[in-house]
């Protein structure tokens, strides 16, 4: 080897092309000096349009001449660095970057003179002339390369997988032709040895080919995982986590092994897996969810709270976002996220609002009225209101979030909190109520047809009802629970409520078996109030209804059997117990009812019902037997 | 409403073209002395009132498409067509401007046109459409390749360092194509979306912003029953958006902040309240009624107006009205009403009274909503206590072509001022008294009477523009209504009478003649105008004609060509005579029978559309936008004639010199004089030979003959025929259409010898003979037509003619009820199983050639060819 290094000394330029090719390594010298500072400004951005302008212009420069082989490399290496530029800027690739792939390729095929009568080519077909195309220069390869890296990064961003596939098969030649893996196309892709000389790239091929790589198994990996393919998903996105994620994409990829595993039945794999994800210390969301749901599964409550509790936290500071690094990275390349997808965290308030419901439904009310009192301060303060919106859609609506506020500070035994908040409640939508002035006239012209009601008004007068209940107010209690009862006996169920206004917030509409719920709990609530102010028979007839409304209802049955007895109608108590042992000894049908709702009824249940149940059972016989 | 008084006061003009499509987003908007005006082009103007000048002139890189003022802050926002959001900090300009008016003081220019600072850019976004500023967020709305997509960021300020990733939320609108496709790249939009901001009553944010603009407080009722319970506990701002698509959607604030992971879910924070079916161009609210507290004792200056009435227009003049209202049983339920505006409507406003001003290109309207209104129903005035009237009446304030209206905030107390900027560039205010009377007249000082000649000669200058825009309009359409009755004429003359003589007819008439050296067959067709009104503009003649598929291709469904001739100007008793060529064509082939249909059409479109769009649209900019209300069928179309042209009415024949204008001609397609040399040298075993030819010369003729009874003939041939032997006249008749059948009469040929289109010879034969086995009475006399040519396709395209001949003439024979001779029925049943028998080997030979090789099919075509001579040479007699 003889060959002497000449060092580059400066001198002036030979020729136009040495003139375009200094221009090109100076703007990507540019670009990635401005690629260092990573604060996001718009002075910044403005840098970098320019610099693409620039590119452009140079683009449209060497485009403007016949196309030529000794230009050939320089101006393919343009291409490219224009379209990273641009893919990069405007966080996507815009449609008309095809164009230009497929101008960059018509012109290749110019040298060659292969173009002729083909002028209408796809591109794919293209792409197959090209790469099949017996004369090409093998100083042109690196610059090829990198601009099929960039079409498959294209054509993975929309999803056009099969061209994807001929593509790389073409491109690895004739040994994986039979392949469809892509996985495996694509890793088995290796790009030519760049020049030393050659002009300067953003971003060369085999870069390009690590991110395309790592995003389609990601890609991959998160499909099989929403599909239920699970082993398939781990080698997947064990690929994706052994590549080039920056690091917000690697903990979303080891939070995603730890959903897998936890569907695989490896909880503690998949915790492992979560506590990689905390460690990479970016964002901490998407793990803290999953350890939550991880834990549920486990069983293990305090364990999920604090993970919820965490969440919250986690969900509360903002971050600054860094700005695009002016290349083409993994995220580039992914569909955008999805609020359905296992990883969607949701905003503080969704968090805030799953910690307080998981609280109640574990039984923790104190915590939970906490965590209720706080949301609520949250949504309504609007000491910052424009980073907290309210838990829906996922969530229940408003009106709801107050009420499960009002059971958990009922549960908790602060009535009187509860009492204030449902005050809160009905005074902040008082507008949408129907004018008092309606009511009085009503009941002055003696008409007792009261006007329809929201769902969640009556509600509020039952957990109004149960707090001052709570407080040794039967008084107002009874008061309370009759008004629930009166507009709860107006509400029209949803499905035969006649078509009105459909476009429009549905006030008065209601589920069915919410509606029918809510009688019971009112209808027991009473009948209990009467009980605790020795009415027997007023507390019977109250019974008696919510019986009738609903026959298999076990609470009902029992405290009608208890009024029954203690008022010594044995026969009745009797003849009823033969008639309702068929409804009552099948299992009670799971509802769907509100949470709120849900921890009401749980309060109704007699404390000894199945021994209550079972004394019924032989004092029954034993007078059958007499 | 009954005095409607304005005073128009003109205060400056921008002498710039505001109109054409492409620009014609202007906006002015009002605060205290302050005017902040965009004209549709990349100027945005300061002008001040009390002074009575501009201020200063910025200029963008592009169209400006909309403005919003942020009072309190002294802030100017601007979106700026394919570029992106501006904000100007007036302070600091203002500061800035007196710095360059000084350096430049010794120039004359009143104000200096100060490029925008590319810094002043807080929001870079091509595809930006819409914006508003509520509070401390922007929201905006761009237009992806399919969405419209909602953007919610934290509000930038001028002063500030921009914080591009301030984005707090997004939301995708619709799923339908915004028209006008990505405005980055293609022409701008038609119609903008429109964006505006409601909050809920109570909140603070309304003070100091320009009243009933893009930003108004509904009262609670009509805010909790549109936006929901959520929205009312929440206390949430709820974005209005209106798409050019007619759709009216609603976003709530507070539920558009998504975090930073994942846009929002559509189908959870959108909500459609109305599809307007036309572009929406305005959204407001309006007091219909009087405020509680105002009932009181007085609305405080400083107090909110809570609106209770939703106000969307559209381009074509619906309206939507939406407001609270309690039913019978004390429930809240929405009161929604559409009604009809005069349109196109270019822009609208509301006043804080309940009253909306829209403008059209002819006038500048005003509607009253409130329950003062004239249309409120009288009888029952306790019915309810919300409503809106029935209809609505718009007043006419006679200013017309006005593209941009605000309230001015200087509104003198009792009245509105509205400032308006006119479609020719007039920046007036004009001040409305809607609730006095017509004052009197004042009596005229010398100060104020210059001032009072000024004003005169404004509203006459308005006027005479007024009026010269609606003479035009006016004179065009009586155009039109004169060209559409005299239409309507020509057309109740056509289909009345279907039969007989026709007041407009049409003449086909067919000729050979010589055209660049080769025959072809000429079409001629006369329209004649014989009706006593004139075919005008608007009209055209319609000729179709279709040949029939050729012989040698079996499915072919033959060509059509349809010429389109516009008449223009027919006037009674002229006619027009248009001549066509129909063939043969480039390789000689003519596809007999060819048949030449013609109509007459009326285009509607082309003669109402003079009248309805405008002439000038520099004057009416939006005028070309609106589409026409046409009928569905935008055409009339009157049949007027129909021709079939085939075999018999194309031969020619060259042996009869006595037609000097067929002598001339050479038969056949032109052949060079140094192709024909070269074929007589060609050797006589020569393969190259042509197919006709050879055919000739090695293959007996084609034969198919026909035969008639004499006395069908002769009924149906007596009158006109007399004196001719009955063969001569059968074949006079057959040659009806033909340019020889003079001279076969003249001659009383019985057998002719002609050429056919393609050149080859053609042989026709009459003769009379008797058929005897059919008739147990005795033998029929019978006339047989015999046809003979060395080209199978030009003997059966004559067959063909004949049989067609022969239907008609039997159908007229039948209708005249003549009897047929007895026959023996034995013989024709015979003949009939035999024919049944030729034409199932038809069919089995036919499916053959379709599936079998070709070898095969060979002989298949054969066998075919043979049992269609059979076939064609019946032993039947038609009778």
Redesign the interface.
């Known amino acids: 080897m003889s060959h002497l290094i000449i060092p580059a000394v400066p001198k002036a330029p030979a020729s136009c092309l040495d003139l375009w090719r200094q221009k090109n390594d100076r703007l990507v010298h540019q670009a990635r000096q401005l690629a260092r500072d990573t604060s996001p400004s718009l002075r910044r951005q403005r840098l970098a349009q320019d610099i693409l302008e620039k590119f452009r212009g140079l683009l449209h420069t060497l485009q403007g001449l016949p196309a030529a082989v000794p230009a050939l490399p320089l101006e393919l290496t343009v291409t490219c660095n224009f379209i990273i530029l641009r893919a990069s800027l405007a966080q996507g690739f815009p449609e008309d970057l095809t164009q230009d792939i497929q101008r960059s390729l018509e012109r290749v095929l110019e040298t060659q003179n292969q173009l002729g009568p083909k002028l209408e080519q796809g591109l794919k077909e293209l792409w197959n002339s090209v790469l099949h195309s017996s004369s090409l220069l093998p100083e042109l390869l690196p610059a090829l390369h990198c601009l099929a890296s960039l079409q498959a990064a294209l054509w993975l961003s929309t999803d056009h997988l099969g061209d994807l596939a001929l593509l790389l098969q073409t491109l690895n030649g004739s040994q994986t032709e039979a392949s469809e893996n892509l996985l495996l196309l694509l890793k088995s892709w290796s790009s030519p040895a760049e020049m030393s000389d050659a002009p300067l790239t953003l971003q060369n091929a085999s870069a390009l080919r690590d991110v395309v790589l790592t995003a389609f198994a990601y890609r991959q990996g998160f499909q099989e995982l929403i599909t239920g393919n699970l082993p398939s998903a781990l080698s997947s996105l064990h690929e994706a986590a052994s590549g080039l994620c920056p690091q917000p994409m690697l903990v979303q990829v080891y939070t995603a092994l730890g959903t897998c595993l936890r569907k695989m039945g490896s909880p503690q794999k998949a915790l492992l897996y979560l506590t990689a994800a905390l460690k990479v210390g970016t964002t901490w969301a998407p793990p803290l969810l999953e350890a939550s749901r991880l834990y549920r599964q486990l069983g293990d409550t305090s364990a999920e709270l604090e993970s919820l509790k965490l969440l919250a936290e986690a969900l509360s500071a903002t971050h600054n976002p860094e700005a695009p690094k002016l290349l083409i990275e993994v995220d580039l390349l992914l569909p955008q996220p999805d609020p359905a997808s296992p990883l969607h965290c949701g905003t503080q308030s969704q968090a805030k609002y799953l910690l307080a419901s998981r609280c109640l439904q574990a039984g923790r009310a104190e915590e939970a009225a906490e965590h209720y009192l706080d949301l609520l301060a949250l949504l309504l303060d609007g000491s910052e209101p424009r980073f907290s919106p309210p838990p829906s859609p996922s969530g229940p609506c408003m009106p709801e979030l107050f009420l499960e506020a009002a059971a958990a500070l009922i549960q908790a035994g602060r009535p009187q909190d509860a009492l204030t908040v449902c005050e809160e409640l009905l005074s902040r939508t008082s507008s949408l109520l129907p004018k008092m002035s309606w009511l009085q006239e009503n009941v002055r012209k003696g008409t007792r047809k009261l006007p329809h009601c929201p769902l969640w008004v009556s509600a509020t007068h039952l957990l109004q009802g149960q707090a001052w209940s709570q407080l040794k107010a039967p008084k107002e209690a009874l008061s309370e629970f009759s008004q629930c009862l009166e507009l709860l006996f107006q509400a029209v169920p949803k499905d035969k409520e006649q078509g009105s206004g459909s476009t429009y917030e549905d006030l008065y509409s209601c589920s069915d078996v919410a509606l029918q719920q809510l009688r019971v709990a009112a209808l027991i609530s009473r009948g209990l109030e009467w009980v605790s102010s020795s009415q027997d028979t007023k507390a019977l007839n109250d019974f008696l209804l919510s019986v009738q409304i609903c026959p298999g209802n076990r609470d009902g049955s029992v405290y009608l059997l208890q009024t029954l007895k203690r008022l010594d109608r044995k026969n009745e108590a009797t003849a009823f117990w033969r008639e309702a042992q068929t409804h009552l000894l099948k299992e009670e049908a799971a509802w769907s009812v509100p949470l709120y709702l849900e921890t009401y009824l749980s309060w109704l249940h007699p404390p000894n019902c199945e021994t209550l149940l079972e004394e019924f059972q032989t004092s029954l016989l034993e007078s059958h037997d007499l | 409403m009954a005095g409607a008084a304005s005073r128009v006061h003109y205060l400056t003009d921008f002498c710039c073209p505001l109109g054409g499509p492409a620009a014609g987003r202007p906006r002015v908007l009002c605060h205290e002395p302050e005017v902040f005006l965009s004209t549709g082009r990349e100027f945005v103007y300061v002008y001040d009132q009390e002074g009575g000048q501009l201020t200063a002139v910025f200029q963008f890189p592009d169209q400006v498409w909309h403005l919003q003022l942020l009072a309190p802050r002294r802030a100017l926002y601007v979106l700026c067509a394919r570029t992106g959001l501006y904000c100007l900090a007036l302070d600091s300009l203002s500061r800035s401007l007196s710095q360059a008016s000084e350096d430049k003081e010794d120039e004359d220019l009143p104000s200096p046109v100060i490029p925008v600072d590319?810094?002043a850019?807080?929001l870079?976004d091509a595809t930006l459409c819409a914006f508003t500023v509520v509070e401390?967020?922007l929201i905006t709305l761009v237009q992806g390749?399919t969405q419209w997509k909602m953007q919610l960021f934290?509000r930038p300020c001028p002063g500030e360092?921009?914080?591009?990733?301030g984005q707090?939320?997004e939301v995708e609108l619709s799923t339908c194509t915004p028209p006008g496709g990505v405005p980055g790249?293609s022409a701008a939009p038609c119609f903008l979306p429109v964006l505006c901001c409601v909050l809920p009553?109570g909140s603070r944010a309304l003070h100091g912003q320009p009243q009933g603009f893009e930003c108004f407080m509904l009262?609670?009722?009509l805010?909790?029953?549109?936006?929901?319970?959520?929205a009312?506990?929440?206390?949430?701002a709820v974005i209005l958006c209106g798409l050019p698509d007619g759709q009216l959607c609603c976003v709530v604030l507070?539920?558009?902040?998504?975090?930073?992971?994942?846009?929002?879910?559509p189908?959870?924070?959108v909500?459609?309240?109305?599809h307007l079916e036309e572009p929406v161009v305005f959204i407001g609210a309006l007091r219909t009624e009087p405020q509680p507290e105002e009932a009181a004792g007085g609305l405080l200056p400083g107090e909110d107006v809570h609106s209770d009435c939703l106000v969307a227009l559209g381009h074509q003049g619906r309206t939507l009205a939406i407001k609270a209202s309690?039913n019978n049983?004390?429930?809240?339920?929405?009161e929604?009403r559409e009604y009809c505006l005069p349109g196109p409507v270019l822009c609208a406003v509301c006043d804080g009274d309940g009253h909306m001003y829209h403008s059209t290109p002819s006038d500048l309207c005003v509607v009253d909503l409130t329950r003062n209104g004239i249309s409120w129903n009288l009888e029952k005035p306790d019915q309810a206590i919300g409503g809106l009237p029935s209809t609505l009446c718009p007043d006419s304030l006679n200013i017309c072509s006005v593209v941009t209206l605000c309230v001015s905030s200087r509104a003198p107390t009792g009245g509105t001022e509205l400032l308006a900027l006119s479609a020719k560039g007039r920046l007036i205010t004009c001040s409305l008294d809607l609730n006095s009377e017509e004052p009197g007249p004042a009596r005229m000082t010398m100060a104020n009477a210059g001032q009072k000649i000024k004003e005169l000669l404004l509203d006459i200058g308005d006027v005479s523009e007024r009026v010269s825009f609606l003479k035009k309009a006016v004179d065009q359409r009586n155009k039109a209504l004169t060209s559409l009755n005299e239409a309507m004429n020509v057309s109740c003359a056509l289909l009345s009478r279907q039969e007989g003589a026709r007041p407009i007819s049409c003449t086909t008439t067919i000729a050979w003649s010589r055209l660049e050296l080769r025959d072809v067959l000429m079409a001629t067709c006369v329209l004649e105008n014989g009706s006593s009104f004139s075919l005008d503009q608007g009209w055209t003649l319609y000729i179709k004609v279709l040949t029939s598929s050729s012989a040698l291709d079996l499915d072919g469904a033959g060509s059509t060509f349809t010429y389109t001739i516009p008449v223009d100007r027919l006037s009674p008793g002229s006619r027009r005579e248009v001549t066509l060529p129909l063939g043969p064509s480039e390789s000689g082939v003519l596809d007999l029978p060819v048949t030449v249909s013609c109509w007459l059409f009326y285009s509607l479109r082309e003669v109402v559309s003079g009248a309805l769009a405008p002439s000038d649209p520099l004057e009416i900019p939006y005028l070309e936008e609106y589409p026409l209300n046409l009928p569905k069928q935008e055409v009339v179309c009157l049949p007027l004639c129909k021709r079939t042209v085939d075999m018999l009415q194309c031969l020619r024949f060259p042996s009869l010199a006595s037609s000097p204008a067929q002598a001339s001609c050479l038969p056949g397609p032109v052949r060079e004089h140094v192709e024909t040399f070269l074929e007589t040298c060609q050797a006589p075993h020569s393969d190259l030979a042509g197919p006709a030819s050879l055919r000739a010369k090695y293959l007996p003729p084609s034969t198919a003959s026909i035969r008639v009874s004499a006395e069908l003939l002769r009924a149906s041939l007596e009158d006109g025929h007399s004196g001719f032997s009955l063969c001569s006249a059968t074949l006079q008749w057959l040659l009806a259409e033909n340019v020889a059948v003079d001279v076969v009469r003249a001659s009383a040929l019985s057998s002719i010898q002609g050429v056919a289109p393609d050149g080859t010879d053609f042989h026709l034969i009459v003769r009379e003979v008797a058929v005897t086995d059919l008739s147990p009475a005795g033998p029929i006399q019978a006339v047989e037509i015999q046809v003979e040519s060395s080209s199978l396709a030009d003997m059966c395209r004559a067959h063909h003619a004949i049989i067609r001949r022969m239907q008609t003439m039997i159908t007229e024979q039948a209708a005249h009820g003549s009897s047929p001779p007895d026959l023996r029925m034995q013989y024709l049943h015979q003949i009939h199983a035999n024919h049944q028998a030729l034409l199932r080997e038809v069919q089995t030979l036919r499916d053959q050639l379709c599936t079998e090789d070709e070898v095969s099919s060979y002989t298949a075509a054969q066998k075919l060819l043979q049992v269609y001579k059979q076939l064609r040479n019946p032993s039947l007699v038609l009778l």
């Open positions: 590319p810094d850019c807080v870079p401390d967020m390749p934290e360092e921009p914080r591009p990733e707090i939320g790249k009553p009262e609670e009722a805010f909790g029953l549109l936006f929901g319970a959520d009312t506990l929440l206390q949430s507070r539920a558009l902040v998504t975090s930073r992971s994942a846009p929002g879910d189908k959870a924070l909500k459609i309240l109305h309690w049983s004390g429930n809240l339920v929405p929604l």
